[in-house]
């Protein structure tokens, strides 16, 4: 027995020690041994030891065997995860590519990539990989490696097909294999198979936290609401994080599609404040959605104007939704913006049309829109949607739009273009005519107005309106100076029915008497005057002491002066802002009467209750002649030493000298008579007055026999010889005449020819104001400026306040504000009466502004309000230049004093004006609610003044900055770049928008 063991034990030894004597000699026996040891070491998976023999054999061994060891020896180097393996296997490829293990070896190496994360180039020898030499046993492996190599470089049929090969097996990658073909499966929208392979991995360990999340998408994707909220809710409470928020999100809308609103609005708010991100639009949608219909209108709209921000259905329904809820909040402006815009675009053509419809009514509520669209907006209704059940009811709003928005013209254009009007239309379109008559009358475009007006009085449907037609058509054209044609309008309004029963029949027999005395019927128009008064039942004094005064002077004219002085008097009792010019007229008819002493007091009353007035010099003049006729010489003296000394500029200064130096030559003191008339001489050369001089001159010198010395004081008077002889009125009095018959070629030809010969003759005035006439009336500027400016260089000629004016005129038009200036400033100094005083003080103001001098403005428009002739659009723009100039001098009570005056006064573009300075002064001071409340004002009642209306959309604008809704500023800048034809306020808009920043 023991021997028996120890042989055992030496075959024992024999055997451990073989790798030790195979060192330096093998027998064919001894290989064999050790190659059978190293595939049983390897079968049994003891890898490193296995790969230490096949070392050893690989080195002594047959190319065969040599190729094999090396094979068992990288494939235990890969079983052993070995970091060397890779290259050992690739060493083999390099080595053997022709060996019948090189498929495996591609998949060992493949294998060991993919172990190692470097997928692509696994992919690639996975590729190359053929599965039919590949063991059974590796093909759960190869597929499932395969099949996620494609899956991440997205070929994802064929990751598929490898999944669905082994998903179904029972090895470790079937679990793997299947959530990732459900996956694909998912990704390709196949929702119910992905579905069947997440139900199979409900419960795994691994996947269970996910899967319920896959199940959920699905639900949410196919539209299984009620079964999402089960799988959902409950996720909610076990997730973090962005997973988290997209539960809440699907929650959310699930709750959405079956309309449980409130609690909708509840999980998409939560979505947003678990992502603290802006929503897209579309998340935006939903959520001013679900907020909209649990009535959190506020909430919505703030969402509703994110989603809206594209040119896309989404928008639209956005925008139509925006203007719903600014309704349910009583944002109305705001509403009808955002309904115009929805209508705009062009995607749901039933929003559209509702939208259009809310639009237009809207517009009717609120008349504030800023381009006056809303009568287009109900046009456009009609024409692209005829056959909607609210075409009865858009047509209504229509037409009282065309009443009330007071945008007359758009109007009357949208009415002309219903073809089949009732007789309701046919009325109002009668009064939209009348209307656009007087809004033309009111801006002075009279021939427009007549159009209208008379267009309205030849509709009969509103009688009412059909006589004022007549009335304002009769004004209208007597404002043209178609006197002949007013009076015909005039006794048409009186001959119609009716007329007797509207307030404008009180005043028409003052207007025709206005006409008649305009067409020199004095006779008739003391009639028609008197028949003013005796019908009228009015208040107005001013009209009332007008018509005492135009009576006195058809009587005056007329030569019955005892009735002038009546009705003089009678004006002057009254109070007439007159009252100077009737006293005046008084003096004059008591004059002609004889009633010398009666005169002297009345024209002494005049300039004692009246220093001001400009019918003043002329009052001294004729205290002076009437002194003369009753041989108070020294009194006459003195009255014209008061005209000489307190009105030098006055046209009266020239005659008064003269009549000094006549008066001294009566009294034979011949030397103060010489002084005076050769004063008169020298200052106003070619004046009628100085050749009267130069003649009493002659006759002086004549008398006191010093002929010598009047021949050498001739010789320095220019043209002396001419002047005496009349030869110089030989050219002049032929061109006059032909002036008088209307030729003014002929005559300015004439004329030229008269000034050429005689620069200053004593017609010279008189034929360059003719000329200056003919020029105007033909149009051209330049040569009556030229002519106008050649009379106001010839002092003391009776054009003098005329060519000052029309020269002023002239000049403020060609923006020469300086030299306008000085003509109005020498027209307040000699004018003749308070009209010109008037016009005077007024052109002072306009070029005082044009100038910037904004003090001198005030005083001007101060002495303009002061005028006893200021018409009351006049006085309008008089506060509206005093307010102007407050506002830019800084003084801010005084410019919204008179703003305030103003938008009292009047309803025209001067109120406007006025009522948005106002809107700014208060905005200014940070009070932006009645800022805004007089912006609107400022908006919808003045439709016409659309300059006024669009500043004031630019300075709401500024007010919805201010208070933070950069939303509605934007849009209202931008619908004014839109619409507004202006390029200056276009342009001003565009800044302002492009300094706002982006809605959040």
């Known amino acids: 027995m023991k021997k028996l063991v120890f042989i055992a034990c030496g075959v024992c030894l024999s055997i451990f020690f073989i790798p030790i004597k195979a060192q330096k000699s093998y027998s064919l026996i001894d290989d064999e041994i050790q190659w059978q040891t190293a595939i049983e070491l390897f079968e049994r998976e003891k890898y490193g030891a296995a790969q230490h023999i096949f070392e050893q054999i690989s080195k002594n061994t047959n190319a065969e065997k040599k190729m094999l060891a090396n094979y068992y020896s990288a494939v235990c180097s890969f079983k052993n995860k070995n970091p060397d393996a890779g290259q050992q296997l690739m060493n083999f490829i390099q080595k053997y590519p022709t060996s019948d293990k090189i498929n495996q070896v591609k998949f060992y190496r493949a294998c060991f990539l993919f172990n190692n994360k470097d997928f692509k180039s696994a992919d690639q020898l996975f590729t190359e990989t053929d599965t039919y030499e590949l063991p059974p046993s590796h093909l759960p492996e190869f597929y499932f490696k395969a099949g996620y190599c494609r899956f991440l470089v997205g070929d994802m049929e064929r990751a598929k097909n490898y999944f669905y090969e082994i998903k179904d097996g029972n090895h470790i990658y079937a679990d793997q294999a299947s959530y990732y073909y459900g996956h694909i499966l998912y990704k390709q929208g196949k929702y119910e198979n992905a579905l069947q392979e997440f139900d199979k991995l409900i419960n795994h360990p691994d996947y269970k936290s996910v899967i319920p999340y896959y199940i959920a998408q699905i639900y949410y994707r196919q539209g299984k609401y009620e079964e999402l909220l089960q799988t959902a809710s409950p996720l909610l409470e076990n997730t973090l994080g962005r997973q988290k928020a997209d539960i809440a999100r699907m929650i959310g809308d699930a709750y959405l599609q079956l309309e449980n609103y409130s609690k909708a609005y509840e999980y998409l708010l939560m979505h947003e404040q678990l992502t603290k991100a802006k929503p897209d639009r579309a998340q935006a949608y939903s959520l001013a959605y679900a907020a909209y219909k649990s009535n959190l209108f506020e909430e919505a709209i703030s969402y509703f104007q994110i989603a809206a921000q594209g040119k896309d259905s989404l928008s639209q329904n956005a925008w139509y939704h925006l203007g719903d809820c600014y309704l349910k909040t009583g944002q109305k402006d705001f509403a009808q913006n955002a309904f115009y815009t929805a209508y705009q675009l062009s995607y749901n053509q039933t929003s559209r049309e509702d939208a259009l419809f809310n639009y237009a009514k809207l517009s009717y509520e609120l008349a504030s829109d800023p381009y006056n669209e809303s009568i287009s907006a109900l046009k456009k209704y009609l024409t692209e949607f005829p056959e909607s059940h609210r075409t009865d009811e858009a047509n209504q709003y229509l037409i009282n739009l065309a009443l009330i928005s007071k945008n007359y013209k758009q109007a009357l254009e949208a009415i002309e273009n219903i073809k089949f009007k009732d ?160 006293l005046y007229q008084i003096a004059l008819s008591q004059g002609v009467q004889k009633q010398f002493q009666e005169k002297i007091a009345t024209l002494k009353n005049l300039i004692s209750k009246y220093p001001r007035s400009p019918y003043n010099p002329a009052a001294y003049y004729e205290l002076a002649l009437t002194s003369l006729l009753i041989n108070k010489n020294n009194d006459a003296l003195g009255y014209l030493d008061q005209i000489i000394n307190k009105y030098p500029k006055s046209n009266y200064v020239s005659k008064s000298m003269l009549k000094k130096g006549m008066i001294y030559y009566n009294d034979n003191q011949n030397e103060k008579a010489l002084v005076e008339l050769k004063a008169v001489v ?319």
Not at 473 to 501: C, M, P, W
């Open 423 to 582: 007789i309701w239309i046919k009325t109002a379109q009668q009064r939209i005519l009348y209307y656009l008559g007087i809004e033309s009358f009111n801006e002075n475009k009279y021939q427009e107005a007549i159009h209208y007006l008379q267009e309205a009085a030849g509709m009969d449907f509103d009688k009412t309106i059909r006589l004022q037609a007549l009335y304002w058509t009769a004004e209208a054209i007597y404002r043209t100076g178609d006197y002949v044609s007013a009076l015909k309008a005039y006794h048409k309004f009186l001959l119609s029915a009716g007329a007797v029963d509207i307030p404008e029949y009180t005043s028409v027999h003052y207007n025709i008497g206005y006409a008649q005395f305009k067409l020199s019927q004095y006779d008739e128009a003391s009639v028609s005057f008197r028949k003013f008064l005796s019908t009228y039942q009015g208040n107005d004094k001013a009209m009332i002491n007008d018509a005492y005064l135009r009576i006195g002077d058809c009587f005056f004219i007329g030569r019955n002066y005892t009735e002038a002085i009546k009705y003089y008097q009678k004006a002057y009792n009254n109070g007439s802002t007159e009252a100077d010019y009737a």
């Open 682 to 1000: 020298n200052k106003y050369p070619g004046t009628s007055d100085a050749q009267e001089a130069l003649v009493a001159i002659s006759n002086i010198y004549v008398e006191m026999n010093r002929v010598d010395e009047y021949l050498s004081y001739l010789k320095t008077v220019p043209n002396a010889e001419l002047l005496m002889s009349g030869q110089d009125s030989l050219i002049y009095v032929a061109a006059e005449n032909q002036y008088q018959k209307g030729d003014c070629k002929s005559a300015t030809e004439g004329f030229y020819q008269y000034v050429r010969n005689n620069p200053q003759g004593r017609f010279s005035a008189n034929a360059w104001f003719y000329i200056g006439e003919c020029a105007r009336r033909t149009g051209n500027s330049s040569g009556a400026l030229q002519a106008y400016e050649n009379v106001t260089l010839r002092p003391g000629n009776p054009f003098m306040d005329r060519a000052s004016s029309y020269a002023a005129q002239l000049r403020f038009m060609q923006k020469d504000y300086t030299r306008a200036l000085e003509h109005y400033q020498r027209l307040e100094s000699v004018a003749a009466d308070k009209n010109s005083l008037t016009e005077a003080f007024a052109g002072q103001m306009r070029c005082f502004y044009q100038l910037g001098e904004m003090n001198a403005v005030i005083d001007a428009a101060n002495q303009l309000m002061k005028s006893e002739k200021v018409t009351h659009n006049l006085l309008v723009e008089a506060h509206l230049y005093m307010g102007r100039a407050a506002f830019h001098l800084n003084n801010i009570p005084l410019a919204e004093k008179e703003f305030g005056i103003i938008t009292r006064l009047t309803q025209s573009e001067a109120a406007a004006e006025a009522q948005y300075h106002l809107s700014l002064i208060t905005f200014n001071r940070n009070d932006l609610s009645n800022a805004e409340k007089m912006t609107f004002q400022l908006i919808n009642n003045y439709p016409s003044a659309d300059y006024w209306r669009v500043k004031g959309f630019i300075l709401l604008s500024d007010i919805y900055a201010a208070n933070g809704n950069i939303f509605q500023a934007r849009q209202t800048l931008q619908s004014i770049i839109d619409n507004y034809k202006g390029e200056d306020l276009r342009k001003e808009a565009q800044n302002r928008l492009n300094n706002l920043p982006p809605v959040q």
